[in-house]
């Protein structure tokens, strides 16, 4: 459905409404061109809606993705495809096991997300004044990307290692907080963030490499909600494939994965990303750095696509709503 901002004006009469700063939110661009006044608090509502729904419709091939990445899995848990490891499970395991860990990652997604799209606007704009004179700039919007992503990360990681330990065959726990009091008591606090160094440098280039792609996308003359979904797919697709063998270790560092840490005699917990690699190396060769790609980019395509479309969307919603309120009512 294409959305022209011709359309748009005629539909909301939005030649009426002006910023304070006196400067309408049309435009000669397309329905997405909102005023440099954007609050905060729109950026960060709509992102967490939109990380809400990303994390949540693709979620059964992100607990797929988890299993594929094992390095010695469980011969009941070894799958050729991801539909046939959806429907082994589902079969096998119940209906909603493909869901296990979804409560802690909506719980993590809504905060995570609003940080990261309410840092990535007022850096990349910031960023874009110092680079291109307010326009949009490349290496802005990588950038952008890659501040964005620490605080992300931050906040989702330990919400990454619960659900990836609840994702796992023959998952130990009994739900949410047993795994949560579990890790604490064994593990200790820092379990929850020992692959957030592997996680921030599988996720900058990611994020960087990303948004790069979704803006440069974007640098069409008319701009509709086909292009957010193609855009936002074309950039999870190539950054997924590219940064498959770190999540691999980040995988294997938030499972601690027994079976496979025991073959190699490894006492205690596994730690460090180098560590890490030499370990995967050693269990699989190159091709164990590749383990689950095909879920990876299946999960990252529809989500990523969802997340900006969603987040464009609810952008241009609530700054129309929030202009609108500022204008007040129209004389009869």
Same mark, same amino acid.
């Given at each position: ?7 748009? &004006? !005629? $539909?909301?009469?939005?030649?009426? #409404?002006?910023?304070?700063? *006196? ?7 397309? %329905? ?114 890659? &501040? !964005? $992503?620490?605080?992300?990360?931050? #906040?989702?990681?330990?919400? *990454? ?7 796992? %065959? ?122 689950? #790609? ?39």
């Amino acid at each position: 459905m294409e959305l022209s901002s011709e359309r748009v &004006v !005629a $539909t909301l009469e939005m030649s009426q #409404v002006t910023s304070k700063d *006196e400067e309408p939110f049309n435009s000669d661009g397309d %329905y997405e061109s909102l005023p440099p006044h954007v609050s905060v608090t729109t950026h960060m509502t709509a992102g967490a809606v939109a990380g809400i729904l990303e994390h949540t419709v693709m979620y059964p091939v992100d607990s797929v993705k988890t299993r594929m990445q094992s390095l010695q899995p469980d011969p009941n848990a070894q799958y050729r495809s991801v539909y046939e490891a959806l429907k082994r499970i589902v079969r096998t395991e119940g209906i909603f096991r493909p869901l296990r860990g979804l409560n802690i990652t909506m719980m993590g997604a809504g905060p995570a997300h609003a940080l990261y799209f309410a840092c990535y606007e007022r850096v990349k704009r910031s960023l874009s004044d110092v680079f291109q004179s307010g326009g949009n700039s490349h290496l802005a919007n990588g950038v952008a990307g890659s &501040v !964005a $992503t620490v605080l992300h990360d931050a #906040v989702m990681n330990p919400a *990454e290692v619960v659900k990836q330990r609840m994702q796992m %065959y023959n998952s130990p726990y009994r739900g949410l907080w047993d795994c949560v009091r579990t890790i604490t008591y064994t593990e200790g606090i820092g379990a929850f963030y020992r692959s957030y160094s592997t996680q921030l440098t599988m996720n900058i280039p990611f994020q960087a490499v990303h948004f790069i792609t979704y803006e440069l996308m974007q640098e069409q003359k008319k701009t509709c909600w086909s292009l957010h979904i193609v855009s936002g797919a074309a950039a999870g697709a190539v950054s997924a494939a590219i940064t498959t063998p770190l999540d691999v270790c980040k995988t294997l560092l938030n499972t601690q994965e027994n079976v496979a840490l025991n073959s190699m005699n490894i006492s205690g917990h596994l730690s460090g990303m180098a560590n890490t690699f030499r370990t995967v190396y050693r269990l699989g060769g190159l091709p164990a750095f590749f383990k689950g #790609v095909q879920a990876r980019v299946i999960y990252q395509m529809p989500s990523t696509a969802i997340a900006w479309s969603v987040y464009e969307f609810f952008k241009y919603f609530l700054t129309k709503q929030q202009l609108e309120q500022e204008a007040g009512p129209r004389p009869l």
